[in-house]
């Protein structure tokens, strides 16, 4: 009866899933985040009454019981962590519609960039507090995926300061799309930022 459980909430999840995303597809992008959102609100709604459902209907053996409430615990982060994300992703959305935020689309990317990096650490902070909960050792595992950062931040620095230069002229706006812009006898005109 839990497999039959887990197997309805994994197949109403995909469906939701697929449909959510067929929707979204034709909506305006805040209203395409906010659809997203409803996917891990579904799942954690889901996981609460299917954890319910066999706690009271099935009355689990002790290990079982154990496993599966484990199991409920990360399926609940899980959403969170990807609730997380789309709620970040959700508010760029609003702030770039919004009547007072500027036509341009240097001003959207920059939004959308700060997204990302927030969306990235919302979700990353929601799966490190789970994972110490579910008795996952996160901050031994922090320590050690922190001293594989250095050594690939280190390898990386060429392309972080790609990124940090496409900040900065995305924050500074030094050029708009249809500027000249002439270096040494060489010139040319910005058809497009991005």
Known sequence: LSLAVAAAVVTIILHWRRFVRRRAANLVPWRARALMLTVPLLLAVLVLAG?????LEVIPASTFAFAETTLAVALLYAAAAVGAW?????????????PAFPDSTHDAHLVRIVARVASLFAAGFVVFHGANDVGVPAVGLL????????????????TAANLLG???????HPFRVGDVIRFGVNSGTV????
């Open 143 to 158: 320590a050690g995926v922190s001293i594989g950062g250095i050594a690939l931040a280190l390898a990386a620095q060429s």
């Open 166 to 172: 496409s900040i900065s002229i995305f924050a500074d």
């Open 86 to 98: 789309h709620i970040c992703w959700l508010l760029a959305e609003l702030v770039i519609a919004s």
């Open 191 to 194: 058809e497009d930022i991005g």
């Open 51 to 55: 954890h319910a459902f066999i706690a």
